[in-house]
């Protein structure tokens, strides 16, 4: 039940510092530092809706409220796939094979995730 409050705290502290970025900046003016603090509220922020809707899903579906330190694990992989494709379209690269490969890459770290822990 902490680790809930933690997830949503750091999910809501990453949204609005992304709303608050892309209101007041642009992305010429922000330089790198800029750049990289956007991808990480970003990933943040996906991380903990990601991770709150795989909770949700566990509960209902299996009847099991306990949300172990592998499943936290299965989450950070899943939300590191939107930041790949945020990558992929900065460099106007979005096309079948590229979903295709970011899909692998996700499945091949899920799998590494599930074996290794």
Request: glycine content about 4%; overall charge positive; aromatic content about 18%.
């Amino acid at each position: 039940m902490k680790h809930n409050r933690i997830i949503v705290a750091i999910g809501i502290i990453g949204f609005f510092s992304l709303l608050i970025m892309l209101i007041f900046t642009s992305p010429t003016e922000i330089g790198p530092f800029g750049v990289l603090l956007f991808f990480t509220t970003v990933y943040a922020t996906l991380f903990s809706i990601i991770s709150l809707l795989f909770q949700t899903f566990k509960r209902i579906a299996f009847k099991n409220p306990n949300f172990k330190n592998k499943d936290y694990l299965y989450s950070a992989v899943l939300a590191f796939a939107p930041i790949m494709l945020l990558m992929a379209r900065s460099f106007n690269a979005v096309n079948l094979w590229t979903i295709s490969l970011i899909t692998l890459f996700v499945a091949l770290a899920e799998f590494l995730v599930y074996k290794r822990i």
